[in-house]
């Protein structure tokens, strides 16, 4: 009707909150900035990225076997297992160890029969240990403030750290190699065969894992487990059972990058306090991907290496700021994105 006065809504202005949105997006932000300094790189010197790269992709693919201890333990029993490292140098020693007495320094057919049942004792031998470890050290501390396990954690880092200071000594140790030094050349890209032969290992291995945890009946009782452990066992688990499996196999995946560091020729030195660093890095990957997520600590584990890979091998910062560009680039993520990358937001149960 003509003349009828019609009200107005009045206009409310939605005030954008900055600090949500930063919060909320800033971890993609960093990630975007990190595929976007690799694309540059890629665009002013495509060979020396990629040679650079593949060295990193096989430093990741080991930092992603010692992560993914970390991350099957925190999502378990949540503890951070600090000793963990130190299990993987452990596993190092008794690679070189094993090989030495069976007299194999060269590349050859006895070489690799002797690699491969190296591998397969030195992952038994980290499985036991680890279990080991959760019966005596970790096993009554469940109920205990979180504090305590980890204090623990941190005394058994330190007790496997002079059990190896007594075997081996404080000098580091080179080993022959028995992988072979050669490389294939794609273009201007050189692709050694040790890398190969670390992708053939490992590749597998957490292909396997990731299908123990996810297929099997035993994984199901793991994720039961880490739900809820009261219900796991009213649903008739075995949670004693389920937990030091997952030990063995987080041991098992340590022990077997432990004999590919220490076969990998440009690695392959032994030395007692070789779990801190290599730990502390591996740590960062399982944080990074997200804690307690399995395909996050593998995508830390390799976003990790081909960060230091391309610090090293490309003209920025240099090799001795490798370590600081990678934790900078965590404490950047933790900030606005502290679950990780592939991490879900949980609240504190009270």
């Known amino acids: 009707m003509a003349g009828t006065l019609v009200a107005r809504r009045p206009t409310v202005r939605r005030k954008v909150n900055v600090g949500a949105a930063l919060q909320k997006y800033g971890g993609y932000l960093l990630l975007l900035a990190i595929a976007a300094w690799m694309i540059s790189k890629l665009i002013n010197s495509p060979s020396q990225f990629f040679n650079a790269a593949l060295e990193g992709l096989q430093n990741g693919t080991l930092y992603a076997l010692i992560a993914l201890g970390y991350t099957l333990v925190y999502g378990i029993i949540e503890l951070i297992n600090f000793a963990h490292g130190d299990l993987f140098m452990l596993g ?64 058994v880092s330190f007790i496997l750290q002079n059990v190896a200071l007594h075997f081996h000594g404080s000098t580091p140790k080179q080993h022959p190699s028995l992988l072979p030094s050669g490389s294939y050349t794609v273009g201007n890209v050189q692709i050694n065969q040790s890398f190969l032969i670390v992708i053939a290992v490992t590749a597998p291995l957490l292909v396997l894992m990731t299908w123990i945890v996810q297929r099997t009946r035993q994984g199901k009782a793991m994720r039961a487990t880490a739900q809820d452990q009261d219900a796991a066992r009213l649903m008739g688990i075995d949670v004693n059972r389920t937990i030091s499996f997952t030990f063995a196999l987080g041991g098992a995946l340590a022990g077997a990058a432990g004999v590919m560091y220490e076969q990998t020729p440009t690695l392959g030195t032994t030395s007692y306090n070789l779990g801190q660093q290599l730990g502390l890095i591996a740590f960062t990957a399982a944080v990074l991907g997200g804690i307690g997520n399995l395909t996050g600590a593998v995508l830390g584990g390799l976003l990790i290496g081909l960060i230091q890979g391309i610090n090293d091998g490309l003209p920025m910062l240099g090799q001795r700021w490798s370590q600081t560009v990678v934790f900078t680039v965590l404490i950047l993520l933790m900030v606005f994105k502290p679950e990780g990358i592939l991490g879900k937001p949980t609240t504190e149960k009270v």
């Open 92 to 155: 190092t020693m008794m690679s070189a160890l094993a090989l030495s007495r069976l007299g194999l320094s060269k590349p050859s057919a006895s070489g690799w029969a002797g690699l491969v049942l190296t591998l397969v004792l030195v992952m038994a031998a980290c499985a036991t240990i680890n279990v080991a470890i959760e019966f005596l050290a970790y096993r009554r501390l469940r109920r205990a403030p979180k504090l305590a396990p980890l204090i623990t954690a941190v005394g």
